[in-house]
């Protein structure tokens, strides 16, 4: 699976949008791009996923770069409650031996008031 | 929904000692997962069933051993801990391969002293 790189922490103000970068330069034609997020060593939690369009679900956008070597998460209207760390993995579904993942250190993000 | 249920959740134990974390999903997943994270790490892969009667190892098996009781059921053992097995243990679940989703557990906070 590609190796990802995010930088390690960023704020935001609470109520306006969180946009959290990934590069994933050596990302080959069969790998998703997978963004989970773990609040308060808490079990992580899954957010969002896309293979080259952009996705929008109830938690999240993701934007991913037309030759897909990058993506940001978007969390439109970020709360105090998004305070997390964001993991983005990029996953080749054909590799087969369960839907396994693997993690990077992430973002750290910080919502203050 | 209990979703995935692991066991026990704080676990103090002495170099030399043997413990087994135990995990339950009721999700009828085929594919099960034990990470570990380390303080200020992302989760490393242990060991994955990726489906009943199979188990193969991630990233960082050795010292651990794992048994895929049925669908539901998936443990880890330790059979000598070692202070370097102190970490935060997760469990997790998901169905086999495909864009699936994996569901993680609260996790299992273990101290070898």
């Known amino acids: 699976d590609a190796k990802t790189t995010q930088p390690p922490s960023m704020d935001c103000a609470e109520g306006r949008a969180a946009n959290l970068p990934c590069n994933h330069s050596t990302i080959s034609g069969n790998e998703y791009v997978y963004w989970y997020r773990q609040i308060h060593s808490q079990g992580p939690q899954y957010i969002i996923h896309g293979l080259k369009n952009n996705e929008t679900n109830e938690m999240a956008s993701l934007i991913i770069t037309e030759d897909r070597k990058s993506s940001t998460l978007i969390l439109p209207h970020a709360t105090l409650r998004d305070t997390a760390v964001y993991y983005c993995?990029?996953?080749?579904?054909?590799?087969?031996?369960?839907?396994?993942?693997?993690f990077g250190t992430g973002t750290q993000l910080k919502v203050e008031l | 929904n209990a979703g995935v249920t692991q066991t026990p959740k704080f676990q103090v134990l002495k170099t030399g000692q043997s413990m087994t974390l135990q995990c339950a999903q009721d999700?009828?997943?085929?594919?099960m997962y034990w990470y570990r994270q380390d303080p200020g790490m992302g989760l490393r892969l242990i060991y994955y069933?990726?489906?009943?009667?199979?188990?193969d190892k991630g990233e960082v098996p050795n010292g651990y051993n794992v048994s895929r009781l049925n669908k539901r059921e998936f443990s880890l053992r330790l059979e000598s801990a070692a202070p370097s097995q102190t970490s935060v243990y997760f469990c997790?679940?998901?169905?086999?391969?495909?864009?699936?989703?994996?569901?993680f557990g609260e996790g299992s906070w273990l101290t070898v002293v």
């Open positions: 999700m009828n997943h085929n594919s």
């Open positions: 997790a679940s998901s169905e086999a391969n495909g864009q699936n989703t994996i569901y």
């Open positions: 993995i990029v996953r080749d579904l054909f590799t087969g031996g369960g839907n396994k993942l693997t």
């Open positions: 069933s990726a489906s009943e009667g199979t188990t």
